[in-house]
């Protein structure tokens, strides 16, 4: 551990001082399948679902049990995990919402250092447009070079990417597989540069399907259902969570593919490896369907974290980690400080060794009605043990994770739990005002 935190402080030091060793800095790798709850890894315990290759990720790094979307949908999210912003600070608070070319994002700020940029899938951060889904070079690719995406698509067997040109690159066969296959050439690149590549797959998203030979992986009569289930609502069937699952199967073969290459490239060792999701899914659980909740299936998602030259292997943190620290704490491992507008934690020292300075909850935030809007929108936070979320006008909801990990009793009103209501709402508030929120509701823009 000693020799590598000197390692990295021999990066900050050099970087902070203006020489800067760009061919020592650790390259870059955000793999993000989209809508993938975090509970449903082998390694958190999903008894089901076979994820072997990001269980592997996880026993080489560290695996950050308590891992959150701050604003559990798409393009929030997205805009997050780009910026180190808030959605109401870098302005896409709904989806389809366009991030502005003026916020500065990761890609932008590694260029700045050497790097070789490249984003490969679902972008989603262009606007009302979807289909065809070209996003010309330039201020609105936000700092990434390498091009090979569409800006939003879940028809995973007929779809069409873009390189540099407006002709659409026809994807035979199940899509996710092009752009693993897509990434890996910007991998196989030759370069004495460091590079940062985020790549964001379509899959488990809804439709939960996956090529023929990993749908039959899983018994339907065999799933073990969450203990919050309700049966067979729309979207949330056993039928849906088996090809879900199927598909986080094929999708944790694509990971595989990606450390393969990177082990085979010897590149392993100097290549932080970041494994997330933009958001979970309550596929029945509560008897709700999709996102936008301030459920564990609605905000946990997979934290994985692989830095073998700085990480110690074989981890497990507790402490909150959402979206808005991921920026700053890939730039931190980098040895570059992140920008002053950055909102989030840099959690490298937690990572290296600290025990001090642990984030103390992570902010959540709904700016839209739910879907089929069932809930106004809504704030909340979510500690170590509690969640707690309210709407403008009113508390909602107060769980004791740890004494009721499915979320059954909600404790808002009782009277034994008063005092605790009161310092989640605080805190709550807090966070609103320390990061200028507002309760101006949003609405997701209209696409085509």
């Given at each position: 551990m000693v020799a590598r935190r000197e390692f990295l402080t021999g990066l900050?030091?050099?970087?902070?001082?203006?020489?800067?060793?760009?061919?020592?800095?650790?390259?870059?790798?955000?793999?993000?399948?989209?809508?993938?709850?975090?509970?449903?890894?082998?390694?958190?315990?999903?008894?089901?679902?076979?994820?072997?290759?990001?269980?592997?990720?996880?026993?080489?790094?560290?695996?950050?049990?308590?891992?959150?979307?701050?604003?559990?949908?798409?393009?929030?999210?997205?805009?997050?995990?780009?910026t180190g912003r808030y959605a109401h600070a870098h302005g896409v608070a709904a989806n389809d919402a366009p991030l502005p070319s003026n916020e500065v994002t990761i890609a932008e700020i590694l260029k700045e250092h050497g790097y070789r940029t490249g984003f490969v899938g679902k972008w989603h951060l262009e606007g009302g447009k979807r289909l065809p889904g070209f996003v010309p070079p330039g201020p609105r690719r936000q700092g990434f070079d390498y091009w090979a995406a569409n800006i939003?698509?879940?028809?995973?067997?007929?779809?069409?990417?873009?390189?540099?040109?407006?002709?659409?690159?026809a994807m035979p066969g199940y899509s996710a597989e092009t752009f693993t296959d897509e990434a890996i050439k910007f991998l196989a690149q030759e370069s004495q540069q460091p590079f940062c590549l985020y790549l964001q797959w379509g899959p488990p998203h809804n439709p939960y399907v996956a090529p023929p030979e990993y749908m039959n992986l899983?018994?339907?009569?065999?799933?073990?259902?969450?203990?919050?289930?309700?049966?067979?609502?729309?979207?949330?069937?056993?039928?849906?969570?088996?090809?879900?699952?199927?598909?986080?199967?094929?999708?944790?073969?694509?990971?595989?593919?990606?450390?393969?290459?990177?082990?085979?490239?010897?590149?392993?060792?100097?290549?932080?490896?970041?494994l997330t999701s933009d958001h979970g899914d309550m596929l029945g659980s509560h008897g709700h369907s999709l996102k936008r909740k301030p459920w564990e299936e609605s905000i946990r998602i997979p934290g994985i974290l692989r830095y073998p030259a700085v990480i110690e292997a074989g981890q497990t943190a507790s402490f909150p980690?959402?979206?808005?620290?991921?920026?700053?704490?890939?730039?931190?491992?980098?040895?570059?400080?992140?920008?002053?507008?950055?909102?989030?934690?840099?959690?490298?020292?937690?990572?290296?060794?600290?025990?001090?300075?642990?984030?103390?909850?992570?902010?959540?935030?709904?700016?839209t009605p739910t879907e089929g809007n069932e809930f106004p929108p809504w704030r909340g936070v979510r500690t170590t043990r509690y969640t707690y979320a309210?709407?403008?006008?009113?508390?909602?909801?107060?769980?004791?994770?740890?004494?009721?990990?499915?979320?059954?009793?909600?404790?808002?009103?009782?009277?034994?739990?008063?005092n605790l209501e009161a310092e989640l709402d605080s805190l709550t508030k807090s966070w609103f005002e320390d990061t200028q929120d507002s309760w101006i509701e949003r609405k997701d823009l209209p696409y085509r």
């Open positions: 900050a030091g050099a970087a902070l001082a203006g020489c800067e060793p760009e061919k020592s800095r650790p390259n870059v790798v955000v793999l993000m399948p989209d809508q993938f709850r975090g509970m449903d890894l082998s390694v958190m315990g999903n008894p089901d679902v076979q994820t072997p290759n990001m269980d592997n990720l996880a026993s080489q790094g560290v695996l950050i049990e308590n891992t959150f979307a701050n604003c559990p949908v798409c393009c929030p999210a997205r805009g997050t995990l780009l939003c698509s879940h028809n995973y067997w007929d779809m069409e990417f873009f390189r540099d040109e407006p002709t659409p690159i899983y018994d339907l009569d065999a799933l073990t259902m969450r203990g919050n289930w309700k049966p067979e609502t729309p979207l949330n069937s056993r039928i849906d969570i088996a090809g879900y699952y199927s598909a986080i199967t094929f999708i944790d073969h694509e990971v595989g593919r990606i450390l393969k290459v990177l082990e085979e490239q010897g590149l392993a060792e100097n290549t932080i490896v970041l980690l959402s979206h808005v620290d991921m920026v700053p704490t890939l730039l931190g491992l980098a040895g570059l400080p992140p920008k002053p507008n950055m909102q989030g934690h840099n959690c490298t020292s937690l990572l290296t060794g600290a025990t001090e300075g642990e984030p103390e909850s992570a902010y959540l935030q709904s700016y309210r709407h403008e006008d009113r508390p909602w909801l107060l769980y004791d994770n740890e004494d009721d990990p499915f979320q059954m009793q909600n404790l808002i009103g009782l009277a034994e739990h008063r």
